[in-house]
C-alpha cells in the first residue's frame, strides 16, 4: 500500500504543511500540489465543495506525492466512509466534544474489529493499491478537531480514545466559544491559553497537534511550540491576496496615456 508521507514526517519528528482547498476544481487542486505542500486539505464543510467536485480534486492531488486530506462536513459516518473509499488518507472532523464523538468518529474510519467502517474502497484502492483493505488502518489518519469549549472540558478523555491519531485546533471557532474573536494567528489571550493547553496535553498522549494558520510567520511560530501540522491560508485566500498584490503595485505605479484606472 502507498505509504501515508504524514505518518512518515510525524515518526521522523517533523511538522507537516498543509494546503487548504475551498475552491471546487481539479485544475486549481492539482495547481496548489504541484506547489509542493505535504499535504492539502479539501474542505466540504464551509465553502463550496460537494462530493463530485471532490473526485477529481482527490484525482488532481494524485498526480503529485502531496497527502490528501479531507476535512468532512460533521460526524456522520456516510461522509466519513465515502471521503476514505474516494481516497482520501486523512480526515478531519469538525465540533469533537465528547469521548463518546471521538469514538464514533475512529469506529468510522477503521474497518472491523478495531471499527465499524463498511468495506468499499472503491477509489482508494487505486490510490492506496491492491492491499488497501490490509493495511488502511494502520495507514489512515484520524484527525478530531477540538475547538468547543465541551471539548475542553473533555479534552483528556477524548484523547484517551485508542485509534485515534491527532487533534487540529480551529482557532477561530475555539476563539467564539471563549468568547474572544474569531481570528486564527493573533488570538486573544484566553485563547492562547486553550491552545497552549490542547499542544501540552496532545503531547502527553501521543497525538499529533495540528492547527489553522492565517500567515507563514504564524504557523512557524506553532511549529516552534510543537505543533506537527499546520495549515496556512487556503486557496482561495492565496488567490486574493495575490492578486491584491499585484493590483496594488499597478494603481501605485504612473497612470498609462489614456489609461483610466492607473
Known sequence: MRENRLRTLWKSGGAAVNGWLAIPNGFSAETMAHQGWDS????????VVDYQSMIPML??????????????????????M????????????????????????????????RGTRSFGPIRASL????DYAQHANDTIVTFAMIETAQALENLDAIMSV??????????????????????FDDVDPPAAQAIDHILERA?????????????????????AKGFQFVTVSSDARLMAAGSQQVLS??????????????
Open 40 to 47: 492539502l486539505t479539501i474542505d466540504l464543510q464551509h465553502g
Open 59 to 80: 484525482q488532481a492531488i494524485s498526480t503529485t506525492d502531496t497527502v490528501p486530506v479531507v476535512r468532512v462536513p460533521w460526524l456522520d459516518p456516510s461522509a466519513l
Open 82 to 113: 465515502k471521503a476514505l473509499d474516494a481516497g482520501a488518507y486523512g480526515v478531519i472532523c469538525p465540533m469533537i466534544s465528547t469521548p463518546d464523538e471521538a469514538a464514533r468518529l475512529v469506529a468510522y474510519t477503521h474497518y472491523a474489529p
Open 127 to 130: 490510490y492506496g493499491g491492491a
Open 162 to 183: 485508542e485509534g485515534l491519531d491527532a487533534v487540529y485546533i480551529g482557532p477561530s471557532d475555539l476563539s467564539l466559544a471563549l468568547g474572544c474573536r474569531p481570528v
Open 203 to 223: 503531547k502527553a498522549h501521543g497525538l499529533v497537534a495540528g492547527i489553522h494558520n492565517g500567515t507563514p510567520e504564524g504557523a512557524l511560530a506553532r511549529i
Open 249 to 262: 503595485k499597478m494603481r501605485a505605479a504612473p497612470a498609462a496615456p489614456g489609461s483610466s484606472t492607473y
